[in-house]
Structures are given as C-alpha cells and as structure tokens.
C-alpha cells in the first residue's frame, strides 16, 4: 500500500508558476511510476506528466511540453510538478498518482494506475 499526500495548489495569475508536492508514504515505491493528473469540473481526468521513479525517465502530455518539469527527491520519496507560464486552461484540481512497473501497464491512462492522492486545486485568473 502507497499514501500520497499533494501539496501546493493555490490562486496564480497567468503567465505565473507554481510547485506542486507529491509525498509517498508506506510501501517503497522505488519500483513505481509516478504520475500527475488533472480534472476540471465537468471534463474527463487527463495525463499530465510522469517520472519513473528509479531512472528518472519522465513523460508530459503535449500541451504542458516545455512549460512543466517533473522531478523527485528520492531522500524525500517526494515528487515535484513545477508549473511556469500557466494557463487559464491549466485550472483544475491536480492528482498524484502511483503505478506499478509491470509490462503492458501504460504512462498515460489513469485506468493503470493503483494508488491516487486527494487532489489539489489549481486556480489559473487574472
């Protein structure tokens, strides 16, 4: 069993940034993907970004790309979701989200993935 616990949502302007934490708790999840979804209300949960947890390999979804960086502090067991030049769009309430590395699992789909914090709201307006 894996706990995730997000952090640091909040209120930013446009063109602003933001860090969101992602604390792990429990069973090591050195063998583990970590992944961060978002919702808006009343759309689908999408992909947003993921860092395996051993090489450090990372992926994001195409409309973050160059605005985003994921990364993890393995003393921490804590992953980070840097956000700059936000968005409007980028509003939405931000899970994480654990994975086991099992072949055939996918990065993307929220359907592979076993364990998901609560969620923090990310506000995006002038």
């Known amino acids: 069993q894996v706990q995730l616990v997000e952090s640091g949502g909040g209120l930013v302007q446009p063109g602003g940034s933001l860090r969101l934490s992602c604390a792990a708790s429990?069973?090591?999840?050195?063998?583990?993907?970590i992944g961060w979804f978002r919702q808006a209300p009343g759309k689908e949960r999408e992909f947003v970004a993921a860092?395996?947890?051993?090489?450090?390999?990372?992926y994001y979804v195409d409309s973050v790309k160059g605005r985003f960086t994921i990364s993890r502090d393995r003393a921490k067991n804590t992953m980070y979701l840097q956000m700059s030049s936000l968005k409007p769009e980028d509003t939405a309430v931000y899970y994480c989200?654990?994975?086991?590395?099992?072949?055939?699992?996918?990065?993307?789909?929220?359907?592979?993935?076993?364990?998901w914090g609560q969620g923090t709201q990310v506000t995006v307006s002038s």
């Open positions: 989200a654990a994975q086991s590395l099992v072949i055939g699992t996918r990065t993307t789909s929220s359907w592979d993935y076993d364990y």
């Open positions: 429990g069973r090591t999840i050195s063998s583990y993907r």
């Open positions: 860092i395996t947890w051993s090489s450090g390999n990372t």
